[in-house]
């Protein structure tokens, strides 16, 4: 996606490394095929040109200026070149655009096309990066989430459909005429096509029961008037009625596939039950629009049978629109599963466990490789490359200083990765938390991060060791790097062997419920032995959950002993996808001073279950309350001492100090800080904090000695 940081557009990290970019600026010959255009059909042209520019490089490579004078004529001018046709994912560019806010872009597609589109940029003079994701764009362009950082778009020529059609043929960059510049210039150095990165068919399946009827479409034939019928849900199924004694054809339960992203449909996979229903008809739409009909019997015996449908058999029979020649065309767009009019005029099927599968397109690249060489990581500190391996070395008094490095972005997708390395450490390590680590930063197509793997976490001295984990990535997971850094320790810590490859696509389809949240009647779940033993869940979900449906919770120890048998809670519908429930914890044999788990788990046909967990305890009043924060022989530090939970938690235990963030000014007045000193009153405890000493030892000299004073 254009993502704008600092008014500079950006493009999703996981584009970037999908395959080597095309230049169209070469080294040797800047200007090769590139060609100007002062567009004469305006009063015979601006004034202007396209040339090298020697005293503009960016990092060594030489750069083209376009300029537009458009002070007697002309309303653009424009630099163009044309190239061999390539399918592209996005175009990459550096930009220097003094004194405005935006230009024109154009892109001719496989139709002979034009696509122009009006890019926002920083009106500064430094060099601005610019990367356009062309597929996401148009994928996007009129939602809630479209790419932002386009003023404007508009088409002509070829297909004049708006839409985008591979493979590029052609990019050409204007200046047009403004009222408060009538004269501009526009600075380019690197422009290059990211190409499509091909694409890899996996066997997929999907899940058509989630979400149960609410994301299904009922239809009672219109068509054919008189009909009556409903679609609803019913234990877990999905139950199809339908009432002709009025008069009508057919009811039928209708449900779109284009969101699943199948290159391929194979077949439909479902349970169904009926005792009145001898057959069913069933309607595919195919990938250029075309209807297949076929009538299928089915056993009315009200017990659960097992149903396959195959579109190649499907196919061959009743059709129309699209092709409309009878063959089936992949992937399926609708299917629609219908009950006639017959015998019985009322009759009534349940539908469970519907699922579809195929091929899904994946465009992950080849297993990334570290070569710390060739393809330098980012790196701050006492990083250097040592061979074939990456080593991290500081000394005790840099051990304040960051010694990180990451690895260039390369794209991923959902599904199992295999992630490697090899480390050794000869480090100084007082406990586990002075360490060398590395962690597999995973992100979505928007640069968010979503997950952080660790993959090693290396302490002490440790000789050469292979490290390998496996591990399932995200659903939205688009680009990923490595990041390895020192952590508190000092001494040496190597790395080498970097690499991660793609295994299976994920496991079965995502789970609806994207969030489960707990709560009880204690600050950090720690329970008095006086308080509620119960908990609040809210499970929330992406979709709307079939009625009635349920999630299991267990309850174990430290040890992993269940202390209960599981137990299974109806959820309640709240708003916006939203549900509650809770867990009465009565039952279960729990001790004071105990460690225990709480885990809930959602479980949906053909998805993949969906656990959180959370933990607690019961306590009773610290006795170290009785006494006077100097009698006690403890302190507690948090991460950001300026959080009120964390003094909350620390009186709760009985911890009579606390840390906090404070000092003063260096300059006069020499203003104090002392964040949360009221709550620490309030509770009684005491506290400790920083003094200017520390910023002095870390070779800071901003206080002076009337400042220390």
Known sequence: MIKKTALLLILSAGLLAAQPPVHLIEDAQPSKGWSFNNGQEFGGGAKGGLEIDASAPRDGKPSLKLAGDFSKAGLYVQAGKQFPKTAISGVSMWVKNPGSDRFTMRLIDGSGQCHQLALVTDASDGWQKIEFPIEEFFAKRGQSDAIPGVAKYESWGGAKDGNWHQPASAIYILLGKTDKQPVRNLWLNEVALLPQPEETLVKATASLSEGGSAAWTFTNGPEFKGAKGNLSDEDGSMKLSGDFTGGGAY??????????????????????????????????????GQTHQAKLKINADDQWNDLEILPSKIAGGEHWGGKNDGKWYPPAKLISIALNSGKDKQPVILLKDITTEGTRASVVAEAFKADFTKAPWKTQGGVSVDGDNLKFSRTENEANQPATAASPSFKVASGHWQLSLSAKSELKSPDSSYSGTVVLEVADAAGKTLENVTIADVYGPKPWTEISQAVELPKGAVSARFVAQLNKTWGSFWIGKVGAGFLTPASGTPNAVTRILFSTAALGNLLKPEDPQTVSLTVEAGKPLTAGHEITCAVRDYWGAEQMSPVKLKLTAGEKNSYTATLDLTKAPLEIGRYYEIEATSEQPGAKPFSHQTSFAILPESTNRQYKPEEVPFTARNWDNRIAEYIRLSDRVGIRIVGLWGGWSSKPPYKPELPRIDLVKELGLGWLTTTPAKFIEDGKRDYDETALR
Do not use: C, H, M, W
């Open 251 to 288: 009811v039928a339960a209708v449900k779109r596939l284009t969101d699943l992203g199948f290159k391929e449909t194979s077949g439909f996979r479902l349970k169904y039950k009926s005792s009145n229903a001898p057959g069913i008809r069933i309607q595919l739409v195919d990938g250029t």
